[in-house]
């Protein structure tokens, strides 16, 4: 079946394309794309809203699903019904399950829960060290041979600097990256808060910006030596920032992302409205107003390669506790494009091109994986943005089986207005106008 | 000397309010910290607490205020002073108390801190006295409970009595706060003491200087518009009141610094050193004391301590505080 999008404004980088241009579809794929495509009868011919953007679909490289083990939080189907909802066509599910997938037999049983329940596609990552205990290396060629996209231990770093070394090395045989969570932990210690102010006077253990710019340092130093890719994480100070940035200079071949309420939220909104709020502990912690405006500077410069969400679910009563007991992370997959629009496009500080390679183009490349540009013969991966909608946001209406979001209530300018994967529309927002042209959403493929 | 000072215009222009704005009672249900305080509050539970002082110089030491209200003093973490002093707080303005201490509580079974706290508030308690060890617990609870909550302590965040009553007691003797010279030395990084007397002295127009070894000084801690110095003589130059913070010996295994004997040669506080301060000067302490660590034995116990009338003064603070926020404006505690 034969579906074409018409009259829709298409950003795509990759193709340099920055206007009004159609996109004909073909089942699970794109057969064309130009402007005024000339087609057969029997093409069904959706003709896309005004004002909606068209792009090649959204990649969050950054995503905690929670199962196996830890279902009460979320599922590979509650997730990925999120991320639909929030405007990905895939995702990269950490490694920080339980059982942890440190082996093909976990990649393979993701996979496979993946193909039956996902509404998105799915891209597991494995653990750079067995049982992520940081000791010796997983057996990585199994874990890429059974689909991993990339190897990381994130929610704690690679400890030592010889590991780390040693998984640039081996990794890089396969030309996947290492993604590492940045985060030197004697610095860290008990730390709950950005060590600051803020923190200082609320009486929260602080987490110094040194904690993770030490990290990324050792990691460029180590990428460097091995000429392997290397991401860093959940990017969050200046100095981190600054570290990448002269390390790109030289040609290190380093990338990082950033999660949106990271260029969104400053430490200072612990201290209220509502003081010690438990959906504002993440780590890395909220910094300051310095790193939040060196961050939107590092998304315009592209210093910064990706924006990911580190969408991390957590149950009520987890987070129903006194601050130092809540478990760090916050929900992202249904705010981050909104955010990212608010924020980024109607704040000026990125072009809706940039965006895009920001949230698509960028986060194919550096995983690998098929997406990021919607050349003929490509996955039919699309997301359509509604930049001009206002998005109410509104937790308890989320996808995700967990509520843990400091965005609730929040009105953003920019919403989704639907996502198609392969072709299949699996998710249309109800509240832009005319979305439901794009079809009803489909479940899980 | 590791000088960092920040004016802090906020805290100038609630000094600059001090005398202007006349208060009667607080404007919330909750004591959560000083932070939350404007300095008429201040006034108000100082000016509130020399009454309440008077009543405990009677024979009879007993007022009817808080009667037929309900006190349960919540304490999750071991404290002897401030649980005792709230609980003679209380006894004396006729509230009924009870006290729950975290070894007793199904906190130890597991349970969590709000459904330990709703458990208690089924039982309708008017106030409740919480102390515990997690920074912003009683944020917590205020946000849950119907219950008036009064942080006794709250992790390293806030100690607000404690303030109150080291303000009384400084009020008391030299008649005012505004303008005066106060050295606050010690564990700074981990006192609650410490942030509500900051947050409090620097409110009410003091001039205030912190000292201690750099590695426990709380980072940007010079924005709240106070001195800080690793110099001992200099804090102490002139000042009118030396608060001295207790060494917290449970927490100095993290390396703060080389020894006890290092730190009491650098950072105690003897007769020479004290003798940099005004005459006249207070030597305050919250207790319990290290004696020989933070502070000389002959200063503790010598002639310009006050660290016993801060004991004395706590529980009139204590009765000024729970009068103000379940006593009611209509009652006349002191009658």
């Given at each position: 079946m034969k579906r074409l999008l018409r009259g829709g404004h298409l950003v795509d980088p990759v193709q340099g394309i920055d206007g009004v241009t159609d996109v004909l579809l073909d089942g699970e794929r794109v057969a064309a794309v130009g402007r005024d495509l000339q087609v057969d009868a029997d093409v069904e011919v959706v003709n896309v809203p005004v004002g909606c953007v068209v792009c090649p679909g959204f990649i969050d490289m950054h995503v905690h699903l929670r199962e196996p083990g830890q279902e009460h939080k979320e599922t590979i189907a509650t997730g990925t019904a999120a991320a639909a909802a929030g405007g990905f066509t895939a995702v990269a599910c950490m490694p920080n399950t339980s059982p942890v997938n440190d082996s093909a037999s976990v990649t393979r049983a993701i996979l496979e829960k993946a193909a039956v329940e996902a509404t998105v596609r799915v891209y597991p990552i494995g653990c750079v060290t067995k049982g992520m205990k940081g000791e010796s290396l997983s057996e990585i060629a199994d874990l890429r041979a059974a689909g991993c996209v990339a190897i990381s231990d994130d929610g704690r770093p690679v400890m030592t600097a010889l590991l780390m070394r040693r998984a640039l090395e081996y990794a890089g045989m396969f030309g996947i990256p290492v993604i590492d969570h940045c985060e030197e932990p004697s610095l860290k210690g008990e730390g709950v808060a950005h060590e600051g102010y803020t923190a200082s006077m609320l009486g929260l253990r602080g987490i110094p910006s040194a904690a993770e710019s030490i990290m990324v340092e050792r990691n460029i130093a180590l990428a460097e030596m091995t000429g392997s890719p290397v991401h860093i994480a959940h990017l969050s100070t200046r100095q981190s920032l600054r570290a990448v940035r002269a390390a790109k200079a030289r040609g290190v071949r380093v990338t990082c992302e950033v999660a949106p309420h990271h260029f969104t939220l400053t430490d200072e909104r612990l201290a209220g409205p509502v003081s010690y709020d438990t959906n504002l502990k993440m780590n890395p912690p909220l910094r300051e107003r310095q790193d939040v405006d060196a961050i939107l500077l590092g998304l315009r410069a592209g210093t910064i390669d990706a924006i990911a969400t580190d969408h991390a679910p957590h149950q009520e009563d987890e987070k129903h506790v006194e601050f130092d007991r809540a478990p760090f992370g916050i929900i992202g997959l249904e705010t981050a494009v909104p955010l990212s629009l608010d924020r980024l496009v109607h704040a000026g500080v990125l072009t809706m091109r940039r965006l895009v390679q920001l949230l698509s183009v960028n986060p194919a490349r550096i995983l690998g994986v098929p997406g990021g540009n919607l050349r003929?013969?490509?996955?039919?991966?699309i997301t359509i943005l509604a930049p001009e909608v206002t998005t109410s946001v509104d937790v308890r209406q989320s996808r995700s089986k967990s509520r843990n979001s400091p965005f609730h209530g929040w009105t953003l300018k920019g919403a989704v207005a639907a996502t198609i994967v392969g072709g299949r529309t699996v998710y249309v927002n109800q509240v832009v106008p005319n979305a439901t042209v794009f079809g009803a959403a489909a479940g899980p493929a | 000397m590791n000088a960092e000072t920040t004016n802090n215009v906020a805290a100038s222009a609630e000094a600059a309010d001090v005398p202007s704005i006349p208060v009667n009672r607080l404007r919330t249900k909750d004591l959560l910290g000083i932070a939350e305080l404007s300095a008429a509050e201040i006034s108000l539970v100082l000016d509130t607490a020399v009454a309440m002082k008077e009543v405990s110089s009677r024979p009879i030491k007993k007022v009817p205020a808080l009667r037929g209200k309900t006190v349960v003093n919540l304490f999750f973490e071991p404290s002897t002073r401030t649980r005792t002093s709230f609980e003679i707080a209380e006894k004396r303005l006729s509230a009924d108390t009870l006290n729950i201490a975290a070894s007793t509580s199904s906190v130890v079974k597991g349970e969590t801190l709000a459904d330990t706290v709703h458990n208690i508030e089924a039982m309708s308690p008017d106030l409740l006295v919480v102390r515990h060890s997690s920074s912003g617990a009683c944020h917590f609870l205020a946000r849950i409970c119907r219950s008036g909550v009064i942080n006794a302590g709250d992790g390293m965040h806030e100690h607000p009595t404690q303030a109150l009553l080291d303000a009384f007691t400084i009020r008391e003797r030299k008649g005012r706060l505004a303008g005066l010279k106060v050295a606050i030395c010690g564990d700074l990084l981990h006192s609650r003491v410490l942030r509500s007397n900051v947050l409090l002295l620097v409110k009410m127009g003091a001039e205030v200087w912190l000292c201690g070894p750099p590695t426990l000084v709380p980072t940007g801690f010079g924005r709240t518009g106070v001195h800080i110095t690793s110099s001992v003589d200099e804090a102490v130059e002139g000042a009118d009141a030396i608060m001295m913070l207790r060494i917290q010996l449970e927490r100095m295994l993290g390396g703060y610094f080389p020894s006890l004997r290092e730190y009491f040669n650098v950072f105690g506080m003897t007769r020479e050193r004290m003798s940099r301060a005004k005459p006249d000067v207070l030597i305050m302490h919250p207790g319990p004391m290290n004696r020989g660590v933070e502070i000389a034995s002959d200063v503790a116990d010598g002639p310009y301590s006050v660290i016993l009338d801060q004991v004395a003064n706590g529980v009139a603070v204590r009765m000024a505080i729970l009068y103000l926020l379940a006593g009611g404006a209509e009652h006349e505690a002191a009658a």
């Open positions: 003929p013969n490509r996955p039919a991966d | -």
